[in-house]
């Protein structure tokens, strides 16, 4: 593996870690699973969103790119600014 592969899998790393303990401190606020599985998954997807817009590591960047079109979908965005429409999490979050 090249060292941006590597670099870009241990930012992935650091942020299963961060997602897991930041929910099982918080585990004991809910009592909805549903509830908790959308906030595991909004608060995971968000911040691949961040890494992706290049918030998380200064060296890394992801382009998402539609491959018929070719069209750079987050050329002019940053993704981690629409999960909150798309996405959804509970009031606890």
């Known amino acids: 593996m090249i060292r941006e592969q590597e ?15 930041v929910y099982l401190s918080k585990i004991s606020q809910y009592d909805d699973m549903e509830k908790l599985l959308n906030d595991v ?8 969103m961040e890494l992706l817009d290049g918030h998380k590591n200064r060296d890394l960047r992801g382009e998402v790119i539609d ?5 750079t979908i987050n050329s002019s ?17």
Do not use: A, P
């Open 77 to 93: 965005i940053e993704l981690h600014n629409y999960c909150e429409e798309y996405l959804k999490c509970s009031d606890i979050y």
């Open 7 to 21: 670099l870009f899998w241990q930012e992935v790393k650091k942020i299963q870690d961060y997602v897991v303990n």
């Open 67 to 71: 491959k018929f079109t070719g069209c």
């Open 41 to 48: 998954t909004y608060e995971t997807i968000y911040v691949m």
